[in-house]
Nanobody
Framework: QLQLVESGGGLVQPGGSLRLSCATSGFTLDYYAIGWFRQAPGKEREGVSC???????NYADSVKGRFTITRDNDKNTVYLQMDSLEYEDTAVYYC???????????????????WGQGTQVTVSS
């Protein structure tokens, strides 16, 4: 059974950092692209970052230079390091998986089949 479980969310002050983890099981992570998405209250879900099966990355303009996505296939985990957090980063963050070999990842939620339950990130002073 394919599963994705996010963790690492919490409350942080503006300018602070958090590292989100997406622990996967039930499939071979090497063959999958993983995306991070977020949804703030009253807003549509938006793509934040993704990493392809071969390690190429993609970022939304709003997080470029502040967020870093990495993957550890041996640990079946994908990470999202979030630095210089802003109020606007407050949202529920989801990771998602899509089998996608040898192609760049995309930040469109409709391209992903498997989703985690989400983790809350709140940026507040």
């Amino acid at each position: 059974q394919l599963q994705l479980v996010e963790s690492g969310g919490g409350l942080v002050q503006p300018g602070g950092s958090l590292r989100l983890s997406c622990a996967t099981s039930g499939f071979t992570l090497d063959y999958y692209a993983i995306g991070w998405f977020r949804q703030a209250p009253g807003k549509e879900r938006e793509g934040v970052s993704c990493i392809s099966s071969f390690g190429s990355t993609n970022y939304a303009d709003s997080v470029k230079g502040r967020f870093t996505i990495t993957r550890d296939n041996d640990k079946n985990t994908v990470y999202l390091q979030m630095d210089s957090l802003e109020y606007e980063d407050t949202a529920v963050y989801y990771c998602a998986a899509q089998r996608r070999l040898f192609r760049p990842c995309v930040l469109s939620s409709s391209d992903y089949t498997y989703w985690g339950q989400g983790t809350q990130v709140t940026v507040s002073s």
